[in-house]
C-alpha cells in the first residue's frame, strides 16, 4: 500500500490504533506532500515535526472524550470502556482547543519549543486552507504584522555561555577523555575528537555528529596552510564552509588508528545483520575531485557528500575488498554506525560529572551547564574575540585587508541573520585570558584595604 501511494522509505507517517487512517489522513497528506515537494527536510519531519502534529490531535480527541463522558454523567474511563477514543482529525481543531492546548503545552516545554511546535501547527493549517480542507485558520492573529497571539516571547541571555580556554581544555582533556578519571569513557579519544571538532569549527551537535570519514583528511594530506575547507549542510538546509585546523585532524588521526579500526571490526556481526535487513545504505565507492570534495558513488550515480542527508549519512556503509563493512561516518558506536544527538548529549552529561569530580580550580564553573551547543557558543566568542584584537592590531596598516568579524562569525556559524551573532559581540568585547587575573588582583587590593581600614 506504502508503494502504491509513492510513500518514500523513512518517511513518517501516522496511523490509528485498528491499523485505519481514519482521523490522521491529513497529517499524512500533508507530511507526503511535503516531501514531495521539498517542503521539509526528511529528517525535520522524523525528528519533531510529525510529534508536533499528533500531540494536539491526542489533545482534542482526549478533550472532546471528556466533555462526552460529561454529558453522560460517568468518568472518563468508564465512558471509554463503551466508547473509543474519537478519531478526530487534526482538521476539527477549533480555535478555543488550540488556546487551551497552548497553555497546557505551554506550561510542559520552554518557550522556544513551544514556539517551534506551535510553528509547525501554523503551518500545517495554512497548508488545510489552501488545500480547502477548513475555511480559516484556528491560529489566532493580529495586527498588521499577523503576529502569532499564542506564540510566547523569549528573553534572550545578553551573554552566551562558554568556556575560557583553561576551562575548555579541562573539560576536553579531564571530561570527554577522562584523563585522570576513575573510570574513563569507553571510546576517550573518539569523545575527545568530537569536542574538539566542536569547538574549533563551531559546528553543531549533529553536523558534527554526522560527519564522514572521507570529509576530513589525513594529517599527512593537509595543506600547507595548516587549514583544510569543507562544505557541510546544517540547519535551514543551508550550506556552509566549515575549515579544520591541523591541530584537530591530529586529534582525529588519533582516534583514527587506536579506536576506530577496533570498533569496526567488533561491529561486523551486527552490521551484517542490518545489512541483511536493509537498513544500510551500500555506496560502490568514494572518491575525491580535483578541487578536494569527496564523492559518493550510490546507485551509479555520484553524490557529492555534503548534499547526503544526516539520515543517510549515519547508514551509509562500503563493503571492502575482503568482504567487511565499512561505515563511512567519521564517529561510529560500538554498533558500527554513527552514534544518535540523544548519545552525545548523554557524552557530555557523563563528561560534566567526571570535570566536576576532579574538584581541579579548571573545571567549568557550576552556572555553566556544559553541552555540545556551549562549544559552539564558546568558537563564536574565541573567534570574534581573536578577530576583533587583530583588527585593532593591524588597523594602523592601510594595506591590512580585514573583514567584518561579525560576519565572518556569521558565516562560519551558518546563521541566518547577523543579529543572532552580534549576541555573541558584547562577550567578545570583555573576553580575555587576562581578565580573571585582574579581576582576582583587584578584589585581593580592595579586601586587604578594606581591612586597613576597619583596623583604623
Not at 600547507?224 to 591541523?246: H, L
Request: aromatic share 8%; charged share 25%; with cysteine.
Amino acid at each position: 500500500m506504502l508503494n502504491h501511494q509513492s510513500v518514500p522509505d523513512g518517511l513518517p507517517f501516522l496511523i490509528e490504533d485498528d491499523g485505519s487512517f481514519t482521523g490522521v489522513w491529513s497529517i499524512n497528506h500533508y507530511l507526503r506532500d511535503a516531501q514531495r515537494q521539498q517542503g521539509l527536510d526528511l529528517g525535520a519531519m522524523k525528528r519533531s515535526h510529525v510529534y508536533n502534529l499528533a500531540r494536539p490531535t491526542r489533545f482534542i480527541r482526549q478533550a472532546r472524550a471528556l466533555v462526552a463522558a460529561g454529558n453522560a454523567g460517568i468518568d472518563l474511563d468508564a465512558w471509554l470502556e463503551v466508547h473509543s477514543m474519537p478519531k478526530v482529525d487534526l482538521t476539527a481543531m477549533t480555535r478555543e482547543e488550540l488556546t487551551d492546548y497552548s497553555q497546557a503545552r505551554g506550561q510542559e516545554v520552554a518557550a522556544t519549543t513551544w514556539n517551534t511546535e506551535l510553528g509547525t501547527i501554523a503551518a500545517f493549517f495554512d497548508y488545510a486552507v489552501k488545500q480547502g480542507w477548513v475555511e480559516a485558520s484556528p491560529v489566532p492573529r493580529w495586527g498588521q504584522r499577523n503576529r502569532n497571539t499564542l506564540a510566547r516571547r523569549v528573553k534572550h541571555a545578553r551573554d552566551p555561555k562558554f568556556l575560557n580556554e583553561v576551562q575548555l581544555r579541562h573539560f576536553l582533556k579531564t571530561g570527554l577523555r577522562g584523563d585522570g578519571a576513575t573510570e574513563r569513557p569507553a571510546h576517550p579519544e573518539r569523545d575527545y575528537s568530537y569536542g574538539v571538532l566542536l569547538a574549533s569549527t563551531g559546528v553543531r551537535r549533529e553536523e558534527g555528529g554526522f560527519l564522514l570519514d572521507c570529509e576530513i583528511p589525513a594529517l599527512a594530506a593537509m595543506p600547507s596552510d595548516g587549514i583544510w575547507p569543507f562544505t557541510r549542510i546544517g540547519k535551514g538546509q543551508q550550506p556552509r564552509t566549515v575549515y579544520v585546523t591541523a591541530e584537530l585532524v591530529r586529534a582525529i588521526d588519533l582516534y583514527r588508528t587506536v579506536e576506530r579500526p577496533a570498533v569496526i571490526r567488533a561491529a561486523q556481526s551486527g552490521l551484517r545483520a542490518l545489512r541483511r535487513e536493509g537498513r544500510l545504505l551500500v555506496a560502490e565507492s568514494v572518491e575525491h575531485r580535483s578541487d578536494g570534495r569527496a564523492v559518493v558513488r550510490l546507485n551509479g550515480k555520484e553524490v557529492v557528500a555534503y548534499r547526503l542527508t544526516d539520515e543517510d549519512r549515519a547508514r551509509l556503509v562500503v563493503i571492502s575488498d575482503r568482504g567487511d563493512i565499512e561505515p563511512l561516518a567519521l564517529f561510529v558506536s560500538r554498533r558500527g554506525l554513527a552514534p544518535d544527538v540523544k548519545h552525545w548529549n548523554e557524552t557530555f552529561v557523563a563528561a560534566r560529572a567526571r570535570a566536576h569530580a576532579s574538584g581541579s580550580d579548571q573545571r567549568p564553573p557550576q552556572h555553566i551547564t556544559v553541552t555540545p551547543h556551549v562549544m559552539r557558543h564558546t568558537f563564536a566568542v574565541r573567534l570574534l574575540s581573536a578577530l576583533m584584537r587583530e583588527g585593532q592590531r593591524t588597523q594602523q596598516d592601510p594595506y591590512a585587508l580585514m573583514a567584518n568579524p561579525v560576519l565572518t562569525v556569521m558565516q562560519l556559524l551558518g546563521h541566518a541573520s547577523a543579529e543572532t551573532t552580534q549576541r555573541y559581540l558584547y562577550a567578545a568585547e570583555r573576553y580575555s585570558e587576562e581578565l580573571p587575573a585582574a579581576l582576582k588582583k583587584v578584589a585581593t587590593v580592595s579586601a586587604s584595604r578594606a581591612g586597613e581600614g576597619s583596623e583604623q
